[in-house]
């Protein structure tokens, strides 16, 4: 999958870079961006401090197994198909 990309304040000078949370390497710190989900998925990642705007360390990425991020002081477990729908920056 490749990142999507989008423009800055209507300039293409800077160019913002936007991935998947299933990207980011370990060990990395991102910002949550947007959520690509139904209602549902939003509210259960919203209740676990996964919001827009919040930053996340990434701590495991092993498929097939869980996807490990720590968030607010604290770990969550992700499957992978909902760690693909959080993009980052």
């Known amino acids: 999958m490749e990142a999507k990309s989008f423009w800055k304040n209507d300039t293409k000078d800077e160019k913002i870079e936007y ?4 990207m980011a390497l370990p060990g990395k710190e991102v ?3 947007s959520i690509n989900g139904g209602r549902g998925m939003k ?19 092993a498929a097939p197994g869980p996807f490990l991020v720590s968030v607010r002081d604290f770990k969550v477990a992700l499957g992978y198909g909902i760690a693909k ?3 980052v920056k």
Do not use: A
């Not at 991935?19 to 299933?22: A, D, G, K, N």
């Open 31 to 33: 910002t949550i961006v």
């Open 43 to 61: 509210s259960r990642l919203y209740s676990m401090g996964l919001t827009p705007g919040v930053k996340v360390k990434v701590l495991n990425t």
């Open 19 to 22: 991935i998947p949370l299933t």
């Open 85 to 87: 729908k959080i993009l």
